[in-house]
């Protein structure tokens, strides 16, 4: 990630408090609390998303983060960031704050204990 914006996204964030980075999938991942809300690839920002918050993205004609995996394509739930986000630091924070969100639910989600089988006679 290019220092430049590796500095300004820190200063966007900064209003979040505990935001860290770890290096991943050749960029960087941003969490929060430990649960990881963004990732910067190739100097993109991509925030997670949800079926709930998906709308948003697709009405700002943001797309996902995709790789290819021998002879397919693989989408993730993380998408492009609208680019004006990084002129509007209130709307940039909302962003943040709703994929920060949105990667509590997904945690919860993953940790939700399993309902026992009922036994079949």
């Not at 914006?5 to 050749?26: I, K, Q, S």
């Not at 925030?47 to 397919?72: I, L, M």
């Not at 693989?74 to 986000?85: F, I, K, M, Q, T």
Request: aromatic residues 10%; charged residues 30%.
């Amino acid at each position: 990630m290019a220092a430049g914006l590796d500095d300004y996204l820190a200063e966007l964030l900064e209003p979040l408090g505990g935001v860290t980075t770890r290096r991943m999938f050749g960029g960087i991942g941003l969490f929060h609390d430990g649960l990881m809300f963004a990732i910067v690839i190739r100097d993109v920002l991509h925030f997670k998303t949800d079926p709930e918050t998906r709308p948003a993205f697709e009405a700002e004609g943001c797309a996902p983060f995709s790789y290819v995996a021998g002879e397919r394509t693989v989408e993730l739930s993380y998408w492009r960031a609208p680019e004006r986000l990084l002129d509007e630091p209130d709307a940039f924070l909302d962003w943040a704050r709703t994929a920060v969100a949105v990667a509590r639910r997904a945690e919860a989600t993953r940790k939700a204990p399993r309902r026992p089988k009922k036994p079949t006679a």
